[in-house]
């Protein structure tokens, strides 16, 4: 690979977007054990609901993910990159949703209590503007729990408001020994993070600003950025005629080697799910927001390397297309699933949809079949007319000037 970065392209991880279907679905079944699903299960059998409850994959995969796969796309481009462009796309493609589904949860709000209890619409009002805002992740207390996956939403915006910065100094890295020294830093107020929260005292009303803090967020974000800093230098170090030469043993040596690792990761994760059984508050909040996140990366870099079994299977076609899709089945799950209870409670008497393993999956496949029509049938076409109107527009104006 070259070292100008005007010759550079961008990498693209096909297995990454299989990954990011795995973190999304887990999310998705978390929030739903949480509030009442898989009752008829009884909690069996406990490995399933260990992942489920744990979740085994969770938010700080994708904000990893989000610093790794943007820092890749643009770190060639960083010669002609601007952070403003990039926060106002950012923005008009997922802010609509973000909208749309606040105002469907603080409705929703009024109409479960509308003649039956008292609404404290100040509250309410302060709540849909910190919601819609991104002030959330920041500042949780005194606001209702409208659409919950949205403070990820909010913290990530505070990522993507200092990517720019944050990406010009990565690449201005030149060796691996100093990308690794500051992966480790980042990992210090993480750390140092969870320990506070420990000196605090466990609480449910400080658990959620600790959960959702974008500052510290914004670290695991920065370990992404770094990861593919790391995974960009390797690439460089590694010339492409070498890597053609490689004999087919090698290379299933190196695809056998990746999956083993990956057994081993995922046997990590199961494991410190455990933790979050021993009954105390702090060791299950260390064991969730930081002994993860080495893991975390650690599966990203192998499954980047796209070596293996388990990498071949994460780069299905099907899979890659679904793992696109995955923010809006974690934006809108919460919603959906309010409106199709309350429908089912209040208009069919039925109050336990949730219970039922088979009405959660037929709802999933409802939830994510409705996200890939949206993404592949609408949003993508109409992309692609924006930039076919926008070249013509250019072509007459280059025209026009001549």
């Given at each position: ?88 796309k950012r923005f008009s493609e997922l802010y609509p949703l973000h909208l749309i589904t606040t105002l469907i949860m603080a409705s929703l709000f009024v109409i479960k209590r509308w003649g039956t209890e008292s609404i404290d619409w100040s509250k309410l009002g302060y709540s849909i503007f910190m919601h819609l805002s991104f ?158 996140v080495p893991i975390y990366l650690l599966i990203l870099y192998i499954v980047a390397i796209e070596k293996g079994i388990t990498a071949r299977i994460l780069s299905f076609h099907f899979l890659r297309k679904m793992g696109r899709t995955s923010f809006y089945p974690y934006m809108i799950h919460i919603p959906l699933m309010s ?64």
């Amino acid at each position: 690979m070259h070292n100008d970065n005007h010759n550079q392209k961008a990498l693209y991880f096909s297995g990454l977007d299989g990954l990011r279907l795995i973190a999304s679905v887990n999310i998705v079944l978390f929030h739903f054990q949480y509030i009442g699903g898989f009752y008829n299960m009884g909690g069996n059998p406990g490995w399933f609901f260990r992942i489920l409850k744990g979740p085994a994959f969770h938010a700080s995969l994708f904000f990893i993910l989000g610093g790794f796969i943007f820092a890749t796309k643009f770190a060639p481009k960083i010669a002609t990159f601007k952070n403003w462009p990039f926060l106002k796309k950012r923005f008009s493609e997922l802010y609509p949703l973000h909208l749309i589904t606040t105002l469907i949860m603080a409705s929703l709000f009024v109409i479960k209590r509308w003649g039956t209890e008292s609404i404290d619409w100040s509250k309410l009002g302060y709540s849909i503007f910190m919601h819609l805002s991104f002030l959330w992740s920041l500042w949780p207390f005194g606001s209702l729990n409208l659409n919950t996956p949205s403070w990820a939403l909010s913290a990530m915006f505070f990522c993507y408001l200092l990517f720019g910065p944050l990406l010009r100094w990565t690449v201005s890295i030149k060796n691996k020994r100093t990308v690794i020294f500051y992966i480790a830093l980042f990992f210090v107020p993480i750390a140092a993070w969870a320990y506070l929260y420990g000196i605090l005292g466990p609480s449910t009303e400080y658990y959620h600003f600790f959960h959702t803090f974008a500052p510290v967020r914004f670290f695991e974000f920065g370990l992404g950025v770094l990861l593919a800093k790391l995974f960009i230098l390797r690439k460089e170090k590694t010339p492409a005629a070498v890597s053609n030469l490689t004999s087919n043993k090698k290379y299933c040596l190196k695809g056998l080697c990746c999956d083993l690792a990956i057994v081993f990761c995922v046997f990590l994760v199961f494991q410190n799910l455990g933790l979050q059984y021993m009954g105390k508050p702090t060791l299950t909040f260390f064991s969730y927001h930081v002994l993860m996140v080495p893991i975390y990366l650690l599966i990203l870099y192998i499954v980047a390397i796209e070596k293996g079994i388990t990498a071949r299977i994460l780069s299905f076609h099907f899979l890659r297309k679904m793992g696109r899709t995955s923010f809006y089945p974690y934006m809108i799950h919460i919603p959906l699933m309010s409106i199709v209870t309350m429908y089912c409670e209040r208009v069919l008497g039925y109050r336990k949809f949730l219970h039922s393993p088979r009405n959660i999956v037929i709802f999933m496949i409802v939830l994510y079949g409705c996200s890939y029509l949206y993404v592949y049938a609408l949003r993508d076409k109409r992309r692609a007319k924006k930039m076919e109107l926008e070249a013509v527009q250019t072509v007459q104006t280059a025209g026009a000037t001549n």
